[in-house]
């Protein structure tokens, strides 16, 4: 944070990029005072196929409701090289920069953009598809599904040429201070934690929480269960066993068990979430209404 810090000077422009999902749950508050705080702002929320069109309505009124949000806020899918979002960026960013005091930046030509915001949330894959989009060139920064793939601390990344736009992109960063474990598992949940440090069970079993309060069942068909079910033990032997996921297990005296592998069975409910393939699901749907 200290060296993003020190790098202000040099910046005309903060975009800090998070999850659609969780548009409340996470975000970094030394954020607004440290750093965005100072700075235009964007707020780009990625993934937004993976949530309802309405539901991206309530989140734009619920934020520009709320002291100390943005109100420029860009919904994008990366994944899209036709997202109408990502089309956005550039120029909101342009329009922004040339409407503000640019203090000692004044005479410079180039424009300078720093992306922010928790690990996974797709900033390397905002910076490669809007380098992709206004310079026709691709692999600009590593993008990963485990959290903290940007290892690198401020890299200037070349992403348009007229007019002239530079992205440092950034490790990163969470809060310190995880509030609440509800906060830690929704996440984990969608990859801003990596799995094994909360523990895919522990996720999956948050998930079927949610689902069934959502009264999305979908997770019926796909663990091969008769009907819904509170209990996670059930619902992932059920899984393991529908899908063949077996683990050998040492016994006391010495012989081998085959066990169901609920491990595996929490690893592909969590895929199945995190790909859209038990719908769409807003997690801080609690929060924006």
Known sequence: MKQMQQKLKHIDCVIEVHDARIPLTGRNN????????????????NKQDLIERRTADTILRRLR?????????????????????????????????????RYNR???????????????????????????????????SQVGALAGVTRSVLNRIR??????????????ILE????????????ALV????????????IADYLLYLLNKQQNFRYVELLGLAEPT???????VGGAVHHGKTIRMKQLDGTVAIRPDVVAAAKLML???????????????DKIN
Not at 119 to 125: C, H
Not at 130 to 135: G, S, T, W
Not at 159 to 172: C, E, M, N, R
């Open 159 to 172: 992403i348009s040429q007229d007019p002239s736009v530079y992205l440092l992109d950034t490790p990163g």
């Open 30 to 45: 030394d954020f607004r005072t440290t750093i965005s705080g100072i700075k235009p702002h964007i707020l780009v929320l």
């Open 230 to 236: 509170d209990s996670i033990a059930e619902a992932l």
């Open 191 to 202: 990859s801003c934690l990596q799995d094994h440090l909360v523990g895919e069970e522990l």
């Open 106 to 140: 004044t005479t410079e030509k180039d424009f300078c953009i720093m992306i922010i915001g928790v690990p996974n949330v797709g900033k390397s894959s905002l910076i490669n598809a809007l380098r992709n989009r206004h310079l026709h060139r691709k692999g600009a």
């Open 271 to 285: 895929k199945a979430f995190r790909t859209g393939a038990l719908g769409r699901i807003m997690l801080d749907e």
């Open 65 to 101: 409701q709320q002291d100390g949000e943005p109100q420029n806020i860009i919904f994008t899918n990366c994944k899209n090289q036709n997202c109408s979002g990502v089309r956005k960026v550039v120029p909101l960013a342009h329009e922004l920069i040339c409407g503000s005091d």
């Open 176 to 187: 310190p201070n995880i509030g609440d474990t509800e906060t830690g598992l929704r996440l």
